[in-house]
């Protein structure tokens, strides 16, 4: 594997990939598969959901250690949600290092659930048992999830994302803790997950199981466009005296993806534009396969064009968010085109445009409030217009905010998670919630 060469990167250390999966920890909770109604209603068909027809569903994992569960909420043609049930993942959460602060995104990540569109399926990651799990999405009834094959080793240790393919075939986990890196799977309807040769793939970090952060842990993982590109995300480390007192500069690590699937065994790494230190989510301009934009706590909003990456070079801009403090998580609204930035301590969702100069504008900013830990967020495309889900960690709450090209988002609910959790015995707490993924029926 190659050493990083270009930067300062004290935060990784050289380790060389194994040609089969490593031996890591795991661990079992409750049984896979056991539903808890999340409500009450009579009314729980396939069509109807608060007062209106029911458009599709939204998820996210409570990553308890005791047992992490996928909850499911439906989306009315409204955009609001009403939750519907919580399905065990056989898996453990757990709540990575950060100095006993237990702040909200657990993992230090972003993409910690998916959904495939294509595939109708869902992964996620059972960040304490070091698994996997997939269930399949009910089409006429997205909130319904069915169990599909057993957990599966994610490949390390701590895993914190995972993205599907286009096709939703194939599922890469991106591991965070000691034993880290990226791992390809065989998405199977039948059979589950099953570990593809030649995409176990190190990433050399430094790092603890579970990892230690936020800062020099790994933040997420996307396909690019055309699914020939794997790429992670790494925080850097503020302060210190690498690159002139300026910090560990994070990176994105990019894996190329062979004809058969396999992963290059080295990974290109590109840093982020000046300014810029922290990659942390990602999200990808389309119809521009090489360009994404990825928020970042340092500074804001970090765009990369990654086109000329192969002949070593890249391009990207960092646009400074003003007020921003911990902006971690983004969304692209594929209806305003403009992308939607989550910031867990000052609660405001920037609404920011990207220019074909890879600059950002920001257009607008929605104050959650600064005690809601906002977190994971997601947008929904519901009859021709778009919903954007945040994860608002801290109040135990997911707010719901309707988008438009031409005006600022407007809320339009808070769905409260406390009261249906504790009616249904589910354990969350501020602390573990964490990821958050939507699915519209066709
Ligand atoms: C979150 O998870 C950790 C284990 O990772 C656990 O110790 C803790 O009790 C959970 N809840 C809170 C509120 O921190
Ligand atoms: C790895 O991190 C630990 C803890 O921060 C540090 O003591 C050690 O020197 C680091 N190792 C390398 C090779 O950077
Ligand atoms: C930074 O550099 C100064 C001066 O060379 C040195 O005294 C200090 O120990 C260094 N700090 C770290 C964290 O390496
Ligand atoms: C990226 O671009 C900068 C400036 O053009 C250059 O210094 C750097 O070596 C390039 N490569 C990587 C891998 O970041
Ligand atoms: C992007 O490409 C898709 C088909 O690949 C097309 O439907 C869509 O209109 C294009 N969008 C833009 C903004 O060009
Ligand atoms: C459903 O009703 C039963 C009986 O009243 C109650 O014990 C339970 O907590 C309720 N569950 C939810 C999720 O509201």
Redesign the pocket.
Known sequence: MKVFT??AFGAFFFASSASAFPIVRRKEVVEAGKVVMMNNNTQNDDKKVLGGNKAGALYFITNENDGNFVVSADIGDDGKLGLRQAISTGGAGVHGNDGNKNNPGPLFSAGSVQVSAASKMLATVNSGSNTLSLFSIDEQDPAVLTRVGSTVGSGGEFPVSVAFNSKGDKLCALNGGEVNGVSCFKVDKENGLTPLSGTNRALGLNQTTPATGAPGSASQLIFSEDDKQLITSIKGIPGGNATNGRGTVGALAIFEVADDGSLSKDF????PPEKGLAPFGMAIVPNKTTIIAVADPAVGLDVFDLSQ?EQ?????VATAIDKQQAVGWIVRSPTTENFLLSDFVTGLVTEVKVGDDLKGSVVSETDLGSDSGTIDNAVATVKGKDFLYVMSSKAKAIDVLALDKTAKPSKIQRQDLAEAAKAAQLTISSANLSGLAAFVKA
């Open positions: 270009t930067f290109k790494v590109v840093a990456v070593g070079a890249n391009k990207s």
